[in-house]
């Protein structure tokens, strides 16, 4: 079954038909398939908004196992696209962003992946070996192209009001949650930081908050900032 925790509420406020916080509703998703919905916060801008409680405690770790980088490329397939300054391989797959991959025209030789040649089979079955290609980002490849894949990003995060630091490579233990993903979620590389500097703003509260991607993991804070 799937739990919707809290993100929901601030994206959709019709949601609240009257619910409580502290319990939990039950209804049918547009696939006919059951959802729970745990209440454990209000939304912002919802009549609950001054009576925040501290009901969940969750553990949550930025670590994962190392992955080899020229594995990770070379499991997939490859739409080429041609810039301004160089070839651009992305991976066919929902989260586009997390695999993309540059080749200089104007470098006879290159350093990337330690200038090991690399293949990029594309769509087609053709095979590309490029020399020392790049592990690069979406910004760079819009910049370049114009080919827009800023919001491809798989990643899964946690916010909350308070954390405690976990022993080294141990997860850290989050207390009054505000925002949990136990599955990751396509969309902008940044947007569990700026969630959590909307939090900061509206609560008027130093928050903590954790990313977990395909390259790695990142916890840090968000303190209010004046508009």
Not at 126 to 150: E, V
């Amino acid at each position: 079954m799937k739990e919707n925790i809290r993100y929901f509420k601030l994206l959709n406020n019709s949601i609240w038909k009257n619910w409580e916080v502290g319990k939990i509703y039950s209804e049918y998703d547009y696939d006919g398939s059951i959802v729970h919905y745990n209440v454990l916060y209000a939304a912002l801008d919802s009549p609950y908004k001054d009576h925040w409680k501290e009901i969940k405690t969750i553990k949550f770790s930025i670590h994962g196992p190392m992955t080899s980088g020229q594995g990770e490329q070379a499991v997939r397939k490859y739409k080429k696209i041609i810039g301004k300054r160089g070839n651009w391989y992305v991976a066919f797959q929902e989260n586009e962003a997390d695999n993309i991959y540059f080749a200089s025209k104007s470098k006879e030789y290159s350093d990337g992946f330690a200038g090991a040649t690399l293949s990029f089979e594309l769509e087609d079955g053709t095979i590309d070996k490029i020399q020392g290609p790049w592990h690069s980002n979406s910004d760079g490849l819009f910049d370049d192209t114009g080919y827009d894949i800023r919001n491809k990003y798989l990643t899964r995060g946690i916010i909350a009001k308070n954390k405690t630091n976990g022993e080294w490579h141990y997860p850290d233990e989050y207390n009054d949650v505000l925002h949990y993903e136990e599955v990751p979620v396509i969309g902008e590389y940044d947007r569990i930081e700026n969630l959590a500097q909307k939090f900061a703003n509206e609560l008027n509260c130093k928050v903590y908050f954790a990313v977990k991607s395909s390259g790695g993991g990142s916890s840090h804070y968000k303190e209010p900032k004046k508009e």
